[in-house]
């Protein structure tokens, strides 16, 4: 059975920094294409970032490009988010999910995803 778990949120200042992990399990994390969402409240859900299998392939919403890079470490069954220069409109639940994929097109939509973590808390406040 698939699960993912997210961690590495928490509350920061405005401009710094943090480094959010899933860690996938119950299969070979390498044949699946995984997706960060973010929720915040009174919002829908936001597809934030995505990373095809082999990590050669990202994609990102305009709203966080430049500022959040995505990447996999299969051998550890992880895949990152690194959020820089944080400003108080990223302050929300971050998710990830996965499903097993050999493409990744439609990557930042939610239905594309059958696996879904339970999500890690993002407060960004002065």
């Known amino acids: 059975q698939l699960q993912l778990v997210e961690s590495g949120g928490g509350l920061v200042q405005p401009g710094e920094s943090l480094r959010l992990s899933c860690v996938v399990s119950g299969f070979t994390s390498e044949y699946y294409l995984v997706g960060w969402f973010r929720q915040a409240p009174g919002k829908e859900r936001e597809g934030v970032s995505c990373?095809?299998?082999?990590?050669?392939?990202?994609k990102y919403a305009d709203s966080v490009k430049s500022r959040f890079t995505i990447s996999r470490d299969n051998a550890k069954n992880t895949v990152y988010l690194q959020i820089d220069v944080l400003k108080p409109e990223d302050t929300a639940i971050y998710y990830c999910?996965?499903?097993?994929?050999?493409?990744?097109?439609?990557?930042?939509?939610?239905?594309?995803?059958?696996?879904w973590g339970q999500g890690t808390q993002v407060t960004v406040s002065s």
């Open positions: 999910a996965a499903v097993r994929s050999v493409g990744s097109s439609g990557c930042l939509t939610a239905g594309r995803y059958d696996g």
């Open positions: 990373i095809s299998r082999s990590g050669s392939s990202t």
